[in-house]
């Protein structure tokens, strides 16, 4: 049995043309929403990257300020270190007053002394020769003017202190250097020498007084009865100014 299809041909066509159309129209609703949520995406993602790039350009800013900062904080240390360092080699590391004050301490009455020297020597030329020497790098001396004086040494030195003057007696410059070395200033304390010498004296005498003088109460004459001479230790002593520690 054969099937007789009624329908026009034109009208068959016109279905099928019909749904291609409603299928085109519904690829082509999809490739726009596809669109519209690509592009939404999109927008988003650029937004996102433009705030970060925004942050990033105020960050740098920023960080710029900071290395610049960084870089005046820098070169001020740098210039603080090398004054520190200059300071560091020119300060002699001595107080001075506080050295002659433990020296008047240590000299009773029955010592007068004479000058009171100190000579720095670096540590470099104390190894090298073993010894500081005949001629001191420099010296401070009471009645010097700073002017005389020669250029201070830099760098790490130690201060030699010298000592002469004259005592009573032989005993009163043993007892010194029996205090010397038992201070808490000086160290590896040296007799240089100890000798007797006589030193010119002059004796006056009172001459009697006159009644009359004492009743007008007027001071007595001297009259001179000659001159004798006076023995004395003469000594020098050198020793180190403990300040210092070897290693």
Known sequence: ??????????????????????????????????????DFAAGRSISTAEGQVSAMARRQVELAGAAKKFNELRAEMKSLQDKARA???????????SVLGELSYLVDARIVLRKVELMSEKFAEVQQTGSAGNRPVMVRAAGVKPNDQKAAPVGAVRFKIVVSGVAADSSDVATLIRKLEDSAYFFQVVPGFSRYIDLPGHVLDGEPQAAGHQARNEPAKAVDRGSKSIRVADFEISCYLANYREQ
Do not use: C, H, N
């Open 1 to 38: 049995m054969k099937d007789i299809d009624f329908l026009p041909e034109w009208y068959k066509t016109g279905r099928r043309r019909q749904a291609a159309i409603r299928t085109q129209w519904a690829a082509l609703a999809g490739i726009f929403a596809v669109m519209i949520v690509w």
């Open 87 to 97: 300071m560091d080699q020119i300060d002699s590391r001595i107080d001075v007053a």
